[in-house]
C-alpha cells in the first residue's frame, strides 16, 4: 500500500487541524507530508505540539507547501473568508483538495473554488466528517427502506455548541472577515447538510428564516433557524427546520420522520465515542391497548468503526485521489455537488435573514 | 377514604373514555357513578365492554347525567365543537369539569366555558395526563435548577401520528363542525403545552406558523409546525418549535436545550410504558480530547409511577374537588390558566396560518 498512499500537507494549523493530521496519520491509505503556517516557528510548533514525525515538512508559508512536488493533496482548515484564494491556488497547483467547511462564504466563491478543481482535474472534498461514519450509512439505508420508513416527511436537526460571552465578539469564527457566517457556516453547514442527506439530496422549494435570529455588535450571526420546504411535487411533500447556535449546551440533534418510522440521533456530528456510535430507529409503532402504552419501543441500532469518521472521511478522499493518480481517472462529482447544495440552501438561509425573515425561492 | 371518593359521571363515549374510565376506577380517590351517550344502547354497550360495576348508573342523554345528584364531576370526553353547550352546562348543576383537549375551538369558548366554572365554583381541569406523570415534574425539576440546566433556550416538540388515507376527509377529528381544530387542536395542543410548561408558563412574543401546512378538502388541518418566540426580556429571549401532524409516523418528542444542559424524551405524552419512564438529560458536556468524542453521554433518568398518569391526573382533580366540597374551598386557578394560556397560542397560531404564516403578536 505504502506507495499509493496519498501525501497530505496541511495548510493552516487551527485546532482542528490537530484533529485531521492524527487522522491523516491513521489512515492506512495517507501520509503527511507537510504542514505550512503563516510563520516557521508556528508551523514548528504544531508539529511538536502534534508529536508529527520528523519526516513531515514544515514550511512558513501556505506557498513554499503548495510548491512542495511531494504533496497531493491538501487539507485546508483555514477561515472561510480564505478559502477563495487559497483553494484556487492549491487547485492550480495540481492539489487534490480537502477543504474544511463551510467550503466558502456563498455559492459564487464556491463555484470559483469548484471550477478550479476541475480545470485542475483535482478532487473536491469538504470536511464534512460525519457523512463517512458506517453509522450514517447504516441510518441512510434504513431510511431509504419504504417498507420500514414509508416517505420522508420531516426533518429536525441541531447544532449547538455554548460559548463563552467573551467568544461572541473576539473569536475568529464571529469575526465579519474571516468566518462571516458565524454560527450558521460553523454550525449551520451539517444542520443543512442532514436535512439535504435525508432527502437524498433534492434542494428545497423554498427557504424561510424563523425570527429568533441573534447577532453580535458586527452583524454575525450567532444563533438562528430556518424551515425548508419542499412542496412542488404534491405527491412527495416534505418539512424541515433546523436550529444552530452558539448560545446552548451542545446539542447535535438529528429526527427524521416518515410516514411508517421514525429515527432519532443526538451525537450525529461527533458521536460520543470513537469506537461506536448508535441510533434509534422504530418502524410502525402504534399505541396499545386503550392508548396506556405503545406496542414497542425504538430499538438502538449499534455500528462499530475501525477508524474514527475523520479517518474514514481521509481514506475515501485518498481513494478517489489515488484513482485519479494512478489510471488517470475524473474527480468524483458527488461531493463537490454535496457541497454545492449545502451551499445554495446556506446562502438561501442568508438571504431570507437579509430580507427579515421573507421566503426564499430556490431555482435548482 | 371511603367516603371522599369524587364521584364522576362520563359524558360520551368516545374512544378516550375507556382508558379514562380505568383511571377513575384505578384512583383511589374517586370512583365512576354514571356514563352518558346519546343513546341508552350505546351507553349500556360502553358499560358492557369496559366491565363496568354494576353500581355505574348508564343514562342515554347527557341532561340525565347532569341532573344525577350523585354526581360530582365530571369527564367529558365530546369532540371539541361541542364542548363550550355541555361544560357550561356541566357547571352551571355544579358538577366540577375533567374537560379532554382542547377545551375549546378558541379562547373566547373557553372563556365562557371557565366563567361558568368560576360562576359555580367548580374546579376546571383538561385532559392533559401527561402534566400528572412523576417523570414530567422530575424533568422539571432538573431543567429549573440554574446550576444544571443554566437559561432555558429552545424547545423543540412534536407530537404526529400516521393516520390511514379515509381518516382524512371522514373521521370525526377532521369534520370542521365537532374537531375543527384537525391536528393542532388533537396533537399541537401537546405541543404547545410542553413548550409553555418548559418556559414556565411565559407567552411567547410573537407566534409564527411555518410555510408547512397541509389541510383536507376541508380546509381542517392536517398537518402544521410554528415557531414561538420570545424576544421582549433581551436577558431571556427563547425560541420554541413545533411540529403536529396526522401525517407522519408515531412521534412525540421533547427536547429542550439550555446555556448548560440539555433534556431529551421522545414518548413525553405517553410512555412507552405504564409502570416507569426515562429521559435523557445531560449537563456541562463537551467535546474531549481534540474533538472526537464527548465528555460525557446523556444519563437516562427514570422514574417510576405507582399509578398511570391518567389515574393520576384523576387524582389530582379528585383531591381538589375533595377540597371544595369538604372545607368550602375555591377551585385552583392553576389548571384554568395553563390551559387558558395554552389555548390563546393555539389561537395564534391558528390567525398565523389563516394569515398565510404572517406573525402573530401577543399582549398578554
Redesign the interface.
Known amino acids: 500500500m505504502a506507495d499509493a498512499q496519498t501525501r497530505f500537507g496541511i495548510i493552516g494549523c487551527a485546532?482542528?487541524a490537530?484533529?485531521v493530521s492524527?487522522a491523516i496519520l491513521l489512515s492506512p491509505s495517507s501520509t503527511l507530508a507537510a504542514v505550512a503556517s503563516r510563520s516557521l516557528e508556528k508551523a514548528k510548533a504544531f508539529a511538536a505540539e502534534n508529536g508529527l514525525p520528523d519526516s513531515v515538512r514544515v514550511y512558513g508559508s501556505y506557498e513554499q507547501l503548495l510548491d512542495d512536488p511531494c504533496v497531493d493533496a491538501v487539507y485546508m482548515p483555514l477561515p472561510t473568508g480564505l478559502h477563495l484564494h487559497w483553494a484556487v491556488a492549491a487547485a492550480r497547483k495540481k492539489k487534490h483538495l480537502l477543504l474544511e467547511k463551510p467550503p466558502a462564504l456563498d455559492v459564487s466563491e464556491l463555484d470559483l473554488i469548484l471550477e478550479a478543481c476541475e480545470s485542475g482535474g483535482v478532487q473536491f472534498m469538504d470536511g464534512s466528517m460525519w457523512l463517512h461514519h458506517p453509522r450514517t450509512a447504516k441510518m441512510k439505508e434504513m431510511i431509504s427502506d419504504p417498507h420500514l420508513f414509508?416517505r420522508v416527511?420531516?426533518i429536525?436537526s441541531?447544532s449547538?455548541i455554548?460559548r463563552p460571552e467573551d467568544f461572541f465578539e473576539a473569536n475568529i469564527r464571529v469575526k465579519p472577515d474571516l468566518d462571516g457566517l458565524g454560527a450558521l457556516g460553523d454550525l449551520g453547514w451539517y444542520c443543512i447538510g442532514s436535512i439535504l442527506w435525508a432527502t437524498g439530496y433534492r434542494l428545497p422549494d423554498?427557504v424561510?428564516a424563523?425570527?429568533?435570529v441573534?447577532k453580535n455588535s458586527n452583524g454575525v450571526i450567532l444563533s438562528c433557524?430556518a424551515?425548508l420546504?419542499w412542496?412542488s411535487d404534491k405527491a412527495d411533500?416534505k418539512?424541515a427546520?433546523f436550529?444552530c447556535?452558539f448560545?446552548?449546551?451542545?446539542?447535535m440533534?438529528l429526527?427524521v420522520?416518515?410516514?411508517?418510522?421514525?429515527l432519532?440521533v443526538?451525537?450525529y456530528i461527533?458521536?460520543?465515542?470513537?469506537s461506536s456510535a448508535v441510533f434509534?430507529f422504530?418502524?410502525?409503532?402504534?399505541?396499545a391497548h386503550?392508548?396506556?402504552?405503545?406496542n414497542k419501543?425504538?430499538d438502538v441500532v449499534e455500528v462499530s468503526s475501525d477508524l474514527?469518521q475523520?479517518a474514514l472521511m481521509v481514506e475515501e478522499f485518498s481513494r478517489l485521489v489515488e484513482g485519479i493518480r494512478s489510471s488517470g481517472g475524473r474527480p468524483d462529482g458527488k461531493w463537490p455537488e454535496i457541497s454545492r447544495k449545502t451551499q445554495i440552501v446556506m446562502d438561501a438561509v442568508r438571504k431570507s435573514i437579509e430580507l427579515g425573515c421573507k421566503?426564499v425561492t430556490l431555482h435548482p
Open positions: 485546532d482542528i490537530r484533529k492524527r414509508g416527511n420531516n429536525y441541531t449547538t455554548s423554498t424561510l424563523l425570527p429568533d441573534t433557524s424551515s420546504n412542496s411533500t418539512t427546520i436550529h447556535s448560545l446552548s449546551h451542545e446539542s440533534d429526527a420522520s416518515g410516514s411508517m418510522g421514525s432519532h443526538n451525537d461527533i458521536p460520543f465515542e470513537e434509534e422504530v418502524s410502525g409503532a402504534k399505541f386503550l392508548h396506556i402504552g405503545w419501543k425504538p474514527p475523520e421566503p
